[in-house]
């Protein structure tokens, strides 16, 4: 299916949908769009209901100085704490961060600095969140 995900969800009934996830979404729209779809995927999901959002992580060194921009669409890297912040704020609970697709290059170690550094690069190149509705 194609089209805009902020209008197919006004088209549902309210309480109407369980779980909805967005894979590589919420990077390409605009804030006030965002929120939006964060409002909207509210209003639509049943009590309990849980939203996953993933989205390129820009905590790795390289996704957010580089390969996020490989895509002209992409608006702006999202960290993760500010994507749990913005759906928090918008009425979603119990939030949690996950990281993905790590290249794991390097081991992390917090007493080398120098594999803390190159941990950095190498890190999760993606990041979900994952939140639900209160019952």
């Known amino acids: 299916m194609r089209g805009d995900a902020v209008d197919f969800l006004r088209n549902l009934k309210s309480g109407s949908i369980g779980v909805i ?24 999901l049943k009590p309990g209901g849980i939203v996953i959002f993933e989205t390129p ?12 921009y490989s895509d002209p669409t992409h608006k702006n890297p999202i960290p993760p704490d500010t994507l749990m912040f913005l759906l928090e704020y918008r009425g979603f609970i119990s939030s949690e961060i996950v990281r993905l697709n790590p290249l794991n290059f390097v081991e992390y170690d917090k007493d080398d600095l120098l594999k803390d550094l190159i941990y950095r690069f190498n890190m999760a190149q993606d990041y979900a969140v994952i939140t639900r509705k209160a019952e």
């Open 21 to 44: 996830t967005g894979f590589h979404i919420v990077e390409h729209l605009p804030v006030k769009k965002m929120i939006s779809f964060f409002d909207e995927a509210f209003r639509v």
């Open 57 to 68: 992580n820009p905590e790795n060194v390289l996704v957010g100085s580089c390969t996020f």
